[in-house]
């Protein structure tokens, strides 16, 4: 299926991609090409194929619910691009 | 005291003939003298190397080494090792120091393994040439005009010019395999959950395997012996113990009955390949195998669900680079959503993009069932294939690509002819299987300079000892494994 630059443009949003206007025809027809690929799966009939989306089905286990992390906030936020008094800090949401 | 095997540094070391300070110092000067030339490494840590080598001496003085203590290893960037630089190729990660070790990291850090670096690779694993990492692309040692495959492209390189003695690497649709065959080494991916994934960043959670890049199916064997195993931190790493894969090396392959996929002969598989896989497949009957085809009526599909389910997976970890908790950040953003477009917009490459754009339509509305839905029903007719093919045979041995490594710049114009390159090992990863490439053969570039060529060992699941064994054999009695380009 080929994408149209309006297609490039939602799906970029959904991604929260930014393509600028002069890219998204290129980024259009590269996607096109990939999806060109993908579509040769509708060749074969898989009606009833169960999907298989673990090699082996397995199913995820899980633990006993106990606490095992220690509070490492503080060396943890160092790496991070803005925070203050433990709290990460992203441009104002609410005015 | 460098160009060999893990194997035979460790006698070396146990027999007093050098230490691991004099072999690290070694491997040091090596990374300066060529570095530059290959651009193998992204992050060279001397210091810690130092001082992890005379503490593997010091431990070895106490005798409570194992094979691995002292032996200079290199990380793909791709695994978080705490206080050092961790990029995965990325500007995304370009000033990421990871709080915390891998779990693999971890386990050769308690073995005694010194830490030379980390090694370049494409943009979060993503490639098969290495030309999409932020910090540029690697050189193939046999050919600084060729690619050296993707995307463990560094460890790849980083062996083969012997700038390392061993070296992780992840593979999530050939990525360790792939550059194995291009550098003339020998590369393993174990069965998915075989190693934990714990601290490795994320590209396809259900693909994602750690494995060894090395010299030898022996050097593999002792790499695993230190990688594999149950972690309770990784809840998809498989919690049966890993046998101890030194021991079955020797086994003989009197009776292996081997499978060659039909499909892989046909149309797309260079003359050259070919050639050296039927040379290889003489050499195993010479040692008491039987060779039968086996049929693969699938594998033609395996890129096109392969390229559905990476890149779904894919949109989905990677939705965590924001910008908020680590990594980059965009200059001055204006608002929260355009901090995360811009955000993510710069600090991702082109390839990346294009990945997380097509798993972002494939998982949207309206298209889950046709894209989504549709691959992993494909997945499970390629797993059943495999299923079906070893009810015969023992082990399926093919081409690990259809060609010698192609030239920097030649497959960049469409991401498609690019994708196709890993026809033979994609379907693997999507069965979960263990996968091994050894080399078999080489060819001539029209420059003069001597390419190798890798063929895949493909064991039933979990069959990691096996596949290390055949390969081991191969390796008794051939010498391609020992050829090394001139650096």
């Given amino acids: ?95 | 005291m460098t160009r060999r095997t893990v194997a035979e540094l460790s006698r070396s070391l146990a027999r007093g003939e050098f230490s691991s300070l004099e072999l690290t110092q070694d491997y040091l000067a090596r990374i300066r003298a060529h570095n530059a030339l290959y651009n193998a490494y992204i992050t060279v840590t001397e210091e810690l190397a130092l001082t992890q080598a005379a503490a593997a001496d010091a431990r070895r003085a106490r005798g409570e080494h194992g094979p691995l203590t002292g032996i200079p290893l290199a990380h793909k960037d791709i695994f978080c090792m705490q206080d050092v630089l961790t990029t995965c190729g990325s500007k995304m990660l370009a000033n990421f120091v990871a709080p915390y070790n891998a779990t693999v990291v971890e386990r050769f850090n308690a073995a005694g393994a010194v830490t030379l670096g980390k090694t370049n690779m494409d943009e979060f694993a993503m490639g098969s040439s290495n030309e999409t990492s932020f910090f540029g692309a690697v050189r193939n040692p046999w050919d600084p005009e060729r690619v050296p495959g993707g995307s463990s492209g560094g460890s790849a390189a980083a062996v083969a010019a012997d700038l390392c003695a061993m070296a992780t690497g992840t593979d999530t649709g050939g990525s360790i395999r792939q550059p194995a065959a291009f550098c003339g080494i020998t590369g393993f991916k174990p069965s998915y959950g075989r190693i934990s994934r714990w601290g490795m960043i994320a590209f396809a959670s259900s693909l994602d395997q750690a494995g060894p890049i090395c010299k030898s199916a022996e050097d593999a064997a002792l790499m695993m012996n230190v990688m594999a195993g149950p972690d309770s931190r990784d809840s998809t790493c498989v919690e049966t113990p890993a046998p101890d894969y030194m021991a079955t090396l020797n086994d003989s392959l009197q009776g292996l009955r081997i499978g060659v996929p039909k499909q892989h002969l046909a149309k797309g598989l260079g003359a050259e390949v070919e050639a050296a896989l039927q040379a290889a497949l003489k050499v195993f009957e010479s040692l008491g195998a039987t060779v039968k085809e086996v049929d693969l009526p699938n594998n033609h599909l395996s890129v096109s669900a392969y390229y559905v389910i990476a890149p779904a997976e894919a949109s989905a970890n990677l939705s965590r680079f924001d910008g908020v908790r680590y990594g980059y950040r965009c200059a001055s953003p204006a608002n929260l959503e355009d901090m995360y477009k811009r955000t993510r917009s710069e600090g991702f490459g082109s390839e990346v993009k294009r990945r997380i754009m097509v798993g972002t339509y494939a998982l949207s509305a309206g298209y889950y069932d046709a894209y989504y839905i549709k691959a992993q029903q494909i997945r499970r007719l390629i797993k059943q294939d495999f299923d079906k093919a070893f009810q015969d045979v023992d082990v399926i041995i093919g081409p690990t690509t259809p060609h010698t490594a192609f030239k920097v710049g030649e497959k960049n114009d469409d991401p498609v002819t690019m994708y196709l390159e890993d026809i033979y090992t994609i379907g693997v990863n999507l069965a979960g299987l263990p996968g091994i490439s050894i080399p078999a053969g080489s060819a001539v570039a029209p420059n003069g300079r001597s390419l190798p060529i890798g063929i895949q060992l493909v064991g039933n699941i979990f069959a990691e000892a096996r596949v290390l064994n055949i390969a081991h054999q191969f390796q008794q009695h051939t010498d391609w494994h020992l050829q090394q380009p001139e650096v």
Avoid: N
């Avoid at chain 1, 096109?32 to 286990?61: C, E």
């Avoid at chain 1, 503080?74 to 990460?88: H, K, N, V």
């Fill in chain 1, 1 to 95: 299926m080929a994408l149209e630059r309006s297609d490039v443009e939602k799906i970029a949003h959904l991604a929260r991609l930014h393509v600028d206007a002069e890219e998204a025809q290129e980024v259009a027809g590269r996607i096109s090409s990939i999806l060109a690929l993908i579509d040769q799966m509708q060749s074969i009939d898989t009606r009833d194929v169960a999907p298989l989306a673990h090699p082996f089905d397995a199913v995820q286990r899980l633990r006993k619910d106990e606490v095992t992390e220690v509070d490492q906030r503080e060396y943890l936020q160092r790496i991070a691009p803005a925070t203050q008094d433990g709290l990460y800090l992203v441009p104002k949401v609410i005015e």
